[in-house]
C-alpha cells in the first residue's frame, strides 16, 4: 500500500521560505513520479510541480517557477518543495501525489 505524508507547511510572510516533504512509504523510488499540487477553498486542485526519477525531468506551474524547487531524497524516500519568495497568492493546503495516491495535505499560509 501506497502512503504519502506531507509535512512542512505553516504561517509565514510574504517573502518568506518554507520546505514541504512529502514522505512515502510502499512506493517504488526507483521509478517513480511524484507531483505536488494546491487547493484553496471554492477552487480546482492545480499542478505545482512534479519530478520524474525516469528521466530527472521536473515541472513547475508558471506562477512558481524561478521560486520553487522541487527535490527528492532517495536514501530517505522522500520528495521536499523548497518554496522561496512566497506570495500570499501561494496560500493553499498542499498535497503530494504519486501511483495514484494522495497525501493528506499541508496547510501553507502567507501573510502580506
Known amino acids: 500500500e501506497v502512503q504519502l505524508v506531507e509535512s512542512g507547511g505553516g504561517l509565514v510572510q510574504a517573502g518568506g521560505s518554507l520546505r514541504l516533504s512529502c514522505q512515502t512509504s510502499g512506493y517504488n523510488f526507483d521509478d517513480y513520479v511524484i507531483g505536488w499540487f494546491r487547493q484553496v477553498p471554492g477552487k480546482e486542485r492545480e499542478g505545482v510541480s512534479c519530478f520524474s526519477s525516469v528521466n530527472e525531468r521536473t515541472y513547475y506551474a508558471d506562477s512558481v517557477k524561478g521560486r520553487f524547487t522541487i527535490s527528492s531524497d532517495n536514501a530517505k524516500r522522500t520528495v521536499y518543495l523548497q518554496m522561496n519568495s512566497l506570495e500570499p497568492e501561494d496560500t493553499a493546503v498542499y498535497y503530494c501525489?504519486?501511483?495514484?495516491?494522495w497525501g493528506q495535505g499541508t496547510q501553507v499560509t502567507i501573510s502580506s
Open positions: 501525489s504519486g501511483g495514484n495516491s
